[in-house]
């Protein structure tokens, strides 16, 4: 599903935020992308949606070729990846439910299948009662839950989900997580950025772990791998 | 129609911001409509004094009607000549009558004998002027030559200058234009750029960012342009009748309606143009 191979990402700066990383997730995973501030993590998924350009190396998402991908083409691979960004990114001066109805709306969607699909999901992330008010009328669980809802805007196959726990309470936190599990038991497949050790620790789930910019640990690799093994036999 | 709503919220929370866009596309239009004017006001002009006789020889009292039609056929003969009109003694006299005819002073004193008979001759291009007038002076039958070679020249030399101070002037607005245009909706997008970072992000396609912005910039354009043709339409109506007494015989005025529709279709057509590169260019750098 998603092939990242020996990925290098340095700036003009010279400063190099990932270096030599490669890894694969598979389709319906669930992985933990952790690590301390500036290891990487955010640069890793802004390489994935073609935000940025890699350095060096390559990286495959389904069928797209990331790197040589054609700039024509960048808009139909983001609509097969949600994502859900650390600072939310909502428009403030749109209601919870133009702001979910917005990447329906960029992608000239059917007016009357958007507005059902914008429904059915605020009943998903279970805001459909304050669909009709502005992101400074919510509170942080709720605004995380909004951009939950945006990032399911196109039923995607990946969601991406940058600290999404990162400014909530602990009861929050996992009410988030349980939502993001509910999706991933649905089929999508979900990387999560988080400092959240207790919540890493809570599930089990595979866990990468990026330090100044390298892969330095993937842990439960070796079962996923006899995983696949056991399914392919 | 969600673009263009989206359009029109843009220009509706900038009121000022688009008086001001509006306001310098309506200064560019009317400038170059009143240069439109004046060019073809100009040309008009010239194709008239051109289409006139331009070289009036003036016969002796003794040159006999034979003489002159033998002078007039040896100058048809030369291919150079486009009309040419013998004026006799009586008509003279008419013409004479008719330019004085609020003067009786003038006209007890005059008679046909004094006035001389004469051939209006035009050519078919201006520089054959002073061949056709040499030939004439060379006659023995003819008094004296007059030609309006310099009236011709000192208009052509005017409508020369006219299109290029016209043009200098309508490309120097048209730049401001564009540079203000940029500036006006340059300012909207960056106060837009998190929205249309966000945009991108969520796989709006570098069309549907730019859309609503070109509207803008069509719809300022457009809007300026119709009020500079209006505004030097309008001006030209109400000097028409002050101009068509200044420009007695030239079939200039009243304006074609069809000429003035022209004009507005095709600025109309400039300032879409301009509205496009003006707002295209304000976007540009954040699509990269």
Request: hydrophobic share 45%.
């Amino acid at each position: 599903m998603i092939r990242l191979q020996n990925i290098t990402k340095s700036y003009p700066t010279g400063s190099i935020a990932l270096d030599d990383v490669t890894f694969s997730v598979d389709k319906g995973e669930f992985v933990f992308l952790v690590g301390p501030s500036g290891s990487g993590k955010t640069t890793l998924f802004r390489l994935i949606t073609r935000d940025l350009l890699p350095s060096s190396g390559s990286i495959h998402i389904g069928q797209w070729d990331i790197v040589n991908l054609n700039k024509k083409h960048i808009p139909h691979l983001r609509k097969s990846i949600g994502v859900i960004f650390q600072d939310l990114k909502l428009l403030k001066d749109r209601t919870i439910h133009e702001n979910i109805l917005l990447p329906l709306e960029v992608n000239k969607a059917d007016k009357e299948a958007a507005l059902q699909r914008v429904e059915q999901i605020l009943e998903t992330v279970g805001i459909a009662e304050h669909k009709d008010k502005f992101p400074i009328q919510l509170s942080g669980g709720e605004l995380q839950r909004a951009a939950i809802a945006r990032a399911l805007a196109f039923s995607p196959e990946i969601i991406l989900a940058d600290e999404p726990t990162g400014n909530l309470d602990t009861t929050t936190s996992w009410e988030i997580v349980k939502l993001l599990q509910d999706i991933n038991k649905a089929g999508t497949t979900i990387i999560m950025a988080t400092h959240n050790t207790d919540i890493v620790n809570s599930l089990s789930k595979r866990v990468i772990v990026l330090e100044k910019g390298k892969l330095v640990d993937d842990k439960k690799k070796a079962e996923t791998e006899k995983h696949q093994k056991e399914k392919a036999a | 129609m969600k673009t263009i709503k989206t359009s029109w919220k843009q220009i509706r929370r900038t009121p000022y911001q688009a008086l001001t866009a509006v306001f310098i596309m309506m200064l560019t239009f009317l400038s170059i409509s009143v240069f439109s004017f004046l060019v073809f006001g100009s040309s008009v002009v010239i194709k008239y004094f051109e289409s006139k006789p331009q070289v009036t020889a003036f016969f002796k009292d003794e040159a006999k009607q034979s003489d002159i039609d033998q002078l007039s056929s040896n100058l048809k003969q030369t291919g150079k000549i486009s009309k040419i009109r013998y004026v006799s003694k009586q008509e003279a006299l008419q013409i004479y009558k008719e330019q004085n005819k609020n003067d009786p002073l003038l006209l007890d004193l005059v008679t046909a004998d004094i006035l001389p008979a004469s051939l209006e001759i035009s050519t078919e291009k201006i520089e054959d002027l002073g061949t056709v007038s040499d030939a004439l002076k060379s006659s023995p039958y003819v008094s004296e030559v007059v030609y309006q070679k310099d009236i011709v020249s000192t208009l052509s030399k005017w409508t020369t200058a006219i299109r290029l101070i016209g043009t200098t002037v309508i490309v120097t607005l048209a730049l401001v234009s564009i540079f203000i245009m940029m500036m006006v909706i340059g300012f909207k997008v960056s106060q837009k750029r998190d929205e249309i970072e966000i945009m991108r992000l969520l796989s709006a396609t570098n069309w549907y960012i730019r859309t609503p912005f070109m509207l803008e910039g069509i719809f300022y354009g457009g809007i300026g342009t119709f009020l500079g043709w209006i505004v030097a339409s309008a001006g030209l109506l109400y000097a028409t009748p002050y101009l068509e007494s200044f420009l007695k015989g030239i079939p200039l005025l009243p304006v074609s309606p069809i000429f003035l529709l022209g004009l507005l279709l095709a600025e109309l057509i400039i300032a879409i143009g301009l509205g496009i590169i003006a707002s295209s260019l304000a976007v540009l750098r954040y699509l990269k």
